[in-house]
């Protein structure tokens, strides 16, 4: 080729060879990655119908269900046991041979078995007042039990008057006192006289007369 040729084939040469600047930092920089996808976003809930569906699948399946009738069933045994306790002593008068299992069930518990407490019973069927000495009287009790089961002896309080009817003294006498049982049987009776000597009043020569009656302490 003439010397004009051979020039214009050499611009070419360096042209070609030379692609021209590199936007990114040159020849060895890499080549940029393909910019990812967004993220995907979280699911949508599902629908109201769905989730009352699983929900009613949840509490009817077996084990929800044998967890449901198990919790019901210690409700009731609980609820049982509260109502024996509470009736504890009537238990025992009316079925006596229920007292030990009543005894064990109250022994981590705290509580006893005693006999069975009914006031409006027991009646004062007679009694009687009499002087013995300056400041000694002895009285007599009888009381009738009138319930079909056994219940508490009572306590007795004894009020002593004066001609005017006016209070001068009172005395609790106990059933122990008394030499009376734990409990009176069942449409059972018992009668008791007590000594009683009064030291605290000024004149005992002026208690002449006397008022009677039962309850618990």
């Known amino acids: 080729p003439t010397p004009a040729g051979a020039e214009a084939a050499a611009q070419t040469a360096e042209v070609a060879a030379d692609p021209g600047p590199h936007p990114l ?54 609820l049982a046991l509260q109502v024996v306790l509470s009736r504890r002593d009537w238990l025992a008068a009316r079925e006596p041979g229920l007292a030990p299992v009543l005894q064990a069930l109250c022994q981590p518990l705290g509580c006893r078995v005693e006999p069975y407490r009914q006031l409006e019973s027991i009646v004062i069927d007679s009694s009687s007042f009499s002087r013995v000495g300056p400041g000694s009287f002895r009285f007599s009790v009888a009381l009738r039990n009138n319930a079909d089961l056994p219940v508490a002896s009572p306590a007795l309080e004894l009020t002593l008057t004066d001609a005017q009817d006016q209070v001068l003294a009172r005395r609790v006498v106990g059933a122990q006192e008394l030499g009376a049982p734990p409990a009176l049987a069942a449409r059972g009776e018992f009668s008791a006289t007590h000594a009683l000597t009064v030291t605290d009043l000024p004149n005992a020569g002026a208690v002449v007369g006397y008022r009677l009656f039962a309850f618990y302490p």
């Open 25 to 78: 930092g040159g020849p060895d920089a890499p080549l940029a990655e393909p910019a990812s996808e967004p993220a995907a976003t979280d699911a949508e809930p599902a629908p109201s119908f769905v989730a009352q569906a699983r929900r009613r699948a949840y509490w009817s399946s077996r084990p929800v269900r044998m967890l449901l009738w198990l919790g019901m069933l210690v409700l009731l045994l609980g």
